[in-house]
């Protein structure tokens, strides 16, 4: 009789339970958005498809399927499968599990695959009493994460494990999922309620699903208040509810033209209208990298040597992006974003490239000057390979007046120095060192794009 009523609250809960835990993918092939691991080919769809699963790490944001792969690897290996979650586990459960490994490979010649979620959460003596059940093969360890493991696993742990790194889901991805979600529930909707509920989903499925049940659930109220009796459509005003977020107009133009505004009034030292920008972008759902990776462009291209430190801030958020994630990484964006807006301009070194590519391209340029080729290997000297190179470190000063370009390219001045911000002194205190062309104008003449900035 227990069985019975066990087996009957489990189809309640499956008839009732959170759409998310309803939708699990019952095989490997029903997973989206990872085929980069379980494609025909990939490494993790390789090993399941040999046999050969060990440890593993899945390394991923929220909501992209780390726990219900955990329990597809399981289901294909034909191990006994344990879950624990590093949030209540103790040293005592691993010890149990280990002897319950020990048990079933002994008496039923089953291994016996550890799930352990949120494995970051282990302290350095929880993962210690786990690696000797590990690196005998006793248990295959199936650690789940979204903090970068290199930082929150031991090392010995992590030498013994094969890291996976889960994407999050891409909009294909996440529209494939909603249209799941909506046959599940006998529900459809429109376009664009769908488009908002994919946007602002942040490349979570869990989220996703949870908005839309709670959308659906508000559409097939108003049908049940009308009497119609019709199928439950989703509207754009249900997803809003749903997501707490009114849409933002975001189409393929916007994602361009918001962008390109986003980095003029930041070239164009306008700190509010660039923050402007960034929050539309983030509201739409925009790639925080791929906002992280226009400040860094915007560092070196509109700033760089008038405020040396605008690089390594920009290189700084877009790090803070992985490590972090959205939302507590927009905190980041937005103080590169004003950095970089207040930041005194310069695109001296963007331009002198260009002034450079514009030579290789376009003129002979000649072979390297034998004092500067390679003479590190036994021949170099007999065929006159760095005779005659001065090195500068030998000198007082630390520098030596000798030709560095090809002789056929003469003494060009591919760099001109600009006077805002740091790069003045910087040039100045150059000049003073090495006494280089003294002649250089300070305020260099109009030029071309040299290579394709936002103009």
Same mark, same amino acid.
Request: hydrophobic share 40%.
């Given at each position: 009789?227990?069985?019975?009523?066990?087996?009957?609250?489990?189809?309640?809960?499956?008839?009732?339970?959170?759409?998310?835990?309803?939708?699990?993918?019952?095989?490997?092939?029903?997973?989206?958005?990872?085929?980069?691991?379980?494609?025909?080919?990939?490494?993790?769809?390789?090993?399941?498809?040999?046999?050969?699963?060990?440890?593993?790490?899945?390394?991923?944001?929220?909501?992209?399927?780390?726990?219900?792969?955990?329990?597809?690897?399981?289901?294909?290996?034909?191990?006994?499968?344990?879950?624990?979650?590093?949030?209540?586990?103790?040293?005592?459960?691993?010890?149990?599990?280990?002897?319950?490994?020990?048990?079933?490979?002994?008496?039923?010649?089953?291994?016996?695959?550890?799930?352990?979620?949120?494995?970051?959460?282990?302290?350095?003596?929880?993962?210690?009493?786990?690696?000797?059940?590990?690196?005998?093969?006793?248990?295959?360890?199936?650690?789940?994460?979204?903090?970068?493991?290199?930082?929150?696993?031991?090392?010995?742990?992590?030498?013994?494990?094969?890291?996976?790194?889960?994407?999050?889901?891409?909009?294909?991805?996440?529209?494939?999922?909603?249209? #799941?979600?909506?046959?599940?529930?006998?529900?459809?909707?429109?376009?664009?309620?769908?488009?908002?509920?994919?946007?602002?989903?942040?490349?979570?499925? #869990?989220?996703?699903?949870?908005?839309?049940?709670?959308?659906?659930?508000?559409?097939?109220?108003?049908?049940?208040?009308?009497?119609?009796?019709?199928?439950?459509?989703?509207?754009?005003?249900?997803?809003?509810?749903?997501?707490?977020?009114?849409?933002?107009?975001?189409?393929?133009?916007?994602?361009?033209?918001?962008?390109?505004?986003?980095?003029?009034?930041?070239?164009?030292?306008?700190?509010?209208?660039?923050?402007?920008?960034?929050?539309?972008?983030?509201?739409?759902?925009?790639?925080?990298?791929?906002?992280?990776r226009r400040l860094v462009i915007a560092a070196s291209e509109d700033i760089g040597l008038a405020d040396p430190t605008a690089l390594m801030v920009a290189d700084a958020a877009a790090r803070a992006v992985e490590f972090v994630g959205l939302p507590e990484a927009r905190i980041n964006l937005a103080h590169a974003t004003v950095h970089l807006a207040l930041a005194p301009k310069s695109n001296t070194s963007y331009e002198a490239l260009g002034r450079a590519l514009s030579d290789v391209r376009e003129r002979p340029v000649g072979e390297v000057p034998a004092h500067l080729r390679d003479a590190h290997y036994r021949s170099a000297g007999q065929l006159?390979?760095?005779?005659?190179?001065?090195?500068?470190?030998?000198?007082?000063?630390?520098?030596?007046?000798?030709?560095?370009?090809?002789?056929?390219?003469?003494?060009?001045?591919?760099?001109?120095?600009?006077?805002?911000?740091?790069?003045?002194?910087?040039?100045?205190?150059?000049?003073?060192?090495?006494?280089?062309?003294?002649?250089?104008?300070?305020?260099?003449?109009?030029?071309?794009?040299?290579?394709?900035?936002?103009?």
């Open positions: 009789m227990e069985d019975l009523f066990t087996a009957a609250a489990r189809e309640r809960l499956e008839a009732r339970g959170p759409l998310a835990d309803r939708l699990r993918p019952a095989d490997l092939d029903s997973v989206l958005g990872q085929d980069h691991l379980l494609g025909e080919g990939a490494p993790l769809r390789a090993l399941v498809d040999t046999d050969r699963l060990s440890s593993v790490i899945l390394w991923g944001p929220p909501g992209t399927g780390k726990t219900t792969l955990a329990r597809l690897l399981a289901q294909a290996s034909a191990k006994e499968f344990v879950a624990l979650s590093a949030v209540t586990a103790t040293v005592k459960d691993i010890r149990s599990v280990t002897a319950a490994a020990e048990e079933a490979l002994g008496q039923r010649g089953r291994g016996t695959i550890l799930f352990l979620d949120e494995i970051h959460r282990f302290n350095k003596a929880q993962q210690d009493a786990l690696l000797p059940a590990v690196e005998t093969g006793l248990v295959v360890l199936i650690g789940a994460t979204t903090e970068n493991p290199a930082f929150e696993v031991n090392p010995p742990l992590m030498s013994r494990s094969t890291l996976f790194r889960l994407r999050p889901l891409d909009a294909p991805a996440l529209g494939d999922l909603a249209l #799941r979600g909506l046959q599940a529930e006998g529900a459809v909707a429109r376009e664009d309620a769908l488009e908002h509920l994919v946007s602002t989903a942040g490349g979570d499925g #869990r989220h996703l699903l949870t908005s839309l049940e709670v959308a659906i659930a508000l559409a097939r109220s108003r049908e049940e208040r009308s009497g119609t009796g019709g199928t439950p459509e989703v509207l754009l005003e249900d997803a809003e509810a749903a997501v707490g977020v009114a849409s933002i107009r975001y189409g393929r133009d916007d994602h361009y033209d918001v962008i390109s505004a986003f980095i003029k009034s930041i070239r164009g030292s306008d700190p509010d209208a660039a923050l402007h920008w960034l929050a539309r972008m983030l509201e739409a759902g925009e790639d925080a990298r791929f906002v992280a006159g390979h760095g005779v005659g190179y001065a090195y500068p470190h030998d000198d007082p000063t630390g520098w030596v007046e000798q030709n560095y370009l090809p002789d056929t390219l003469g003494d060009v001045a591919y760099y001109r120095p600009g006077a805002h911000g740091r790069e003045a002194a910087l040039v100045d205190a150059w000049r003073r060192r090495t006494g280089a062309r003294s002649g250089a104008p300070a305020n260099p003449p109009e030029v071309g794009d040299g290579g394709g900035g936002h103009r």
